[in-house]
């Protein structure tokens, strides 16, 4: 039923800075990760090793990373991939050494802000409530100023965020009972404060005053005229 | 914007909008249909006044009773647990007594109600031990039969007391056969089939402690050599008969069996019997032509006597597709002079219901298929005067402008003549006034066919304006699993004909086919089969140069396009062409991209993934790809802009798991489609089905019910950029950076059990959008969206800090009666929800569809570019006359004055 799939057209625009921000939770599970990253420079034909991330602990963030260096080749390879407005696409074995179950994982990642940030990217571990690793995005690490592809350094420089899953929206109801409740108490009381303005309060007594008034100040006027 | 406010001709009158309808407005703008489904089986039954009426008991869980000289329903019963089913009906002089299994608690009940007032007699429940299967039960004179049939072949009987439910024996009936049989019973007969080995066993009623089978092998009574028997049927109205639907030479055949006393009396060659006597009326079905292409088949009736004396013969030939005969009922009575009296009430494959005089004139005919529509969709008829769309930039290269100038001309001179040419057939000319216009012409695109493709095997196009079928297929072979419906072409494109193709697997050959139709006519473009079988099958976005937006249809490594024509625009534009595919062994999801090989063929490379370990997709819910958003952003109270955050690709997937306690959780994420990016995930513990999603804008809203509080809930998500916006010309989820600010608050909603979620959709997404929600009960919701802001501001919260227009945060969502847009026409059993935009921005149309089918149009912002519908014509045009009048008068005697002056 749920073979549902999705023509999506993408349109590629100027690249702006990227906003990128850390991680907001703490995991409450500890857990490690073994990545092996292979990344395509011919937009998925072949697959070259990348080199080794290593993720020790959710918790403390710590992390550690064995980078493969870059051949010249395999740079421009990676400036060509950008002039033809194809796609970085990256394969990573994620295997979680306590439990020693492996999966594979894919992203995908616009060469040329890799190029703009001068291989310079982040890892993003999304997991599930019980610390399995969903997916992976990789996402360029903003870097201020633009890079040139003969400044580039020589191997990808990566970071490893987390992402865990929230628990899902309850509806809240306490503040809402605790609102009514105090309205009870306060109404109980006596104690509900009429903090409209005086106009506002007093409207009913004003209006037919001043229309009075301004009813006996017309009426004389008008007889004169008439004489 | 400019070129479409020539359209509103009428001008907008906001200030006096009635929120409710008045009485008499009731089915001015909207029509239901009330069904009762494809009968199983059905009795017909007299009132003590003579009157007769038709008893059934149908596939949508419903008993009901029909008029059988109209048709029309007189009472209505629905099974309300989706696990209960309704095994038999009886009708006594009076009551109308029936048996229902509930599947997961395992208990029978025994109902009874009033056969006129439809009022309910008896209810009583039968427990029977946990883990028992009931696969058939039925009624004899005081006892009820519930009936297991074992894989071994053999059937335990429970036999139960109708009035207290108490056990009265257990029987075990052996057959030997190695597979489970087929069962039913004829009144005093059990009769069961084995398929395998062409057996019938027997045994007379009631069943005994001591009773066992009687074995005959079928072609002992005379079945055809080389006959494949497929079902046993009963022949309703009938004192001993049965018959075995079989197969032979790729045609369906049956044969009649007769039971004496218990006993099997030979075979016979769709027969009937006739309640009140004991004639039995033969049907025999001829086709038009030898293949039976046509469907209309004609009938012939005989009346028999003692199964062999001709009493009456009549024939009938039906009008229009109706399949094969299935199965009928009569009724029969005989008058002094020994004529004969019946009436024969037909179902045929379609679904639908035809009753017959002895004459063999049609009395009604109801169309049940429509209880079980599986795709719908509404299409536009492009009658109204501004529906020629642009043809984009994916035409420019293709037409040059002086072609389209001329075609744009030809269209509108097309319009006027037709426009002409219905005032000059017009009799009448009293209906241009009061509002009763012809069909054809419809300017504000209101009218819409509706594209209804049922599970019988039935395709309809109904009228959005009552209801009316305009036109029906009949294709017995769909299957309703895996069957795709597309629009490929709109009738928005003068000179082309619109074009909906169905892709489905056919239920004798298993290929998959497809099937293209002219949504408007009915007319059968093209029907063939597909090379491959079918694991998805996607409608993109972009059309060619016949303006068609092709399928493209994937099997396992075969990417293949539909129409093969439009190969070239989908190799154009591959570049930008990503699909999600979910894969049916491990659960994940794959984006993939659309390539083409060297060899020129298509195929996808996969690019990212999103592992689902230890849960199942339930929903996928991507954006409309005809949606427009109108407004970027949203002005805070501070009058500073907060940014949407509209990214066209974004799906939002909710799959469920079992934790450890054994309790279903759902996680939900909101995934970019291009890159795989995941912008939100979040999980829901101890929570349950119907899920249901609606996506739309920068927002999401889902439902699912609460098992921990036991209710049903609402979450509502909605993206922002923030307050800056990095592009505001394009968006490229592979470039995008940002990471949005996920508003979220979650509801309780009042009506526990949600049967369809859908968004408003108008033309231009000017209009504020409404949720539509329907409930089991058969009511419909119209909920604006700002009760479901994630944004409302605690109860606390200042009123100067308050948003304008959100209200505060109340956990409950408050409901009132004036948010059901169906008032008192409960829908029945609702299953889906479907709307459509029109030529007015203002309006929504709407179509409910279940059990009954529910039509209407909402405006959820108030209908601020239509005039009131008491808007009085003749007041305003008599004023607007007599001031013109009133003018040139006035100028005159004026005129007159200043010459006298002059004189002067």
Redesign the interface.
Known sequence: M???????????????P????DFEDTPSTDGQFNLEVEHSLD??QSFQDRGLLTVHSIRSKSFSSDPTDLTSEQKAQLKTLCDQ?D?Y?LRIKATNPATSQS????????P??MIANAFQDTF?L?L???S????L?V??T?TPGQASLGSLRDHFQTKVAV?L?????????S??IQ?VEQEKLAQQRGETKDNRSFLAKYWMYIVPVVLMLAMSSANPEGQGGGR | MASKAGRFRVMASLTTCAGALFEDQVFKFDWSRSLVGVPLAGQFWDTPRGQSNFILRTKNRVLASLDSDSGKILWRHVLDDDADELLDLRTTPKLVQAVSWHRESAFLTFRAWHPTTAALKQETTAPLPPGTRVDLAFIHEDEVNALTLADSGSVTVQVLNWRHGSPVRTVTLTSGSGQPLRCIRTPDVLVCLSVSSAMLYYTPLPISPKAAFTAVALDKIGLPVGARPLALQTVPGSSGLAQIAYQRQDREESWLLKFDQGKLKGGLSLITGCEHTSDILRLEQACANAECSTFKPSVKVTKLRDFTQNVHEMSFQFSQDVGRLVQAWGACEEDERGSAIFQLVLLTSDGSLTSLTPLGNQMWTREEALASIDKVELVATGLDSGSMEDEGPFQNEATDLVQQFAKRIRHHLALIQSTISHFLELNDWRNVFSGNQDKQLDDFGIRKVILAVCDEGKIFGLDNKNGEVLWNVVYPNVVGEKSYLFIQRTAMHFGTEPMASLIFRNRYSQKFQLLTLDPLSGAILSWEDLKHPV??A?????HDDKFIRPV?V?SKNQVDVVPSSAKASVIK?A????????D?QTNDI??Q?LLVNPNGFLVL??????????TE??????KS?EEDVHSQGRVMADRSVLFKYVN??L?LIISEGTDAAGKL?????LVD??????I??????RVTGPYHVVHSENWAVYTYYNEKSRRA?L?SLELFEGNEQ??A???????D???PLVE?????LGPSHISALRDTRTEKGITTKHILMATKTGLVYDIPRQFLDPRRP???TPPEMREPGIPP????LQLPQEMIINYNQTVGVPRGIITAPTGLESTSVVFVYGLDLYCTRVAPSKGFDLLKDDFDYYVIASVLLALIMASFITKRLSQRKALKQAWK
């Open positions: 749920l073979l549902i799939m999705w023509p999506v057209f993408l349109f590629l625009s100027i690249l702006t990227p906003i990128w921000a937009a998925g407005g796609l696409l999966s594979l994982h894919r992203s995908v990642a616009d040329c802000l993003t999304h599930d409530w019980k399995q690793l969903v997916s995005s996402m360029p903003p992402q899953m929230e628990a899902g929206p309850q509806p809240d109801t503040a809402f609102k | 694991d998805q996607v409608l993109l976005h972009q493209l994937i534009y570049e930008k062409t990503f699909i999600a595919t979910k049916p794959q984006g991209k490379r996969p690019i990212w993934s999103l592992a689902n370990p230890g997709v339930r929903k996928f819910v991507g790809t066209p690709n799906a959780f759902i996680n939900v994420y489609m291009v890159t795989g990016r995941l939100f995930s979040a999980n829901h513990k809930e979450t990095t592009n010309t394009v968006f490229s989820s592979v470039s950076v940002i990471s979220r608050q979650a509801f309780i605690n109860m606390n945060y109340i956990p409950e």
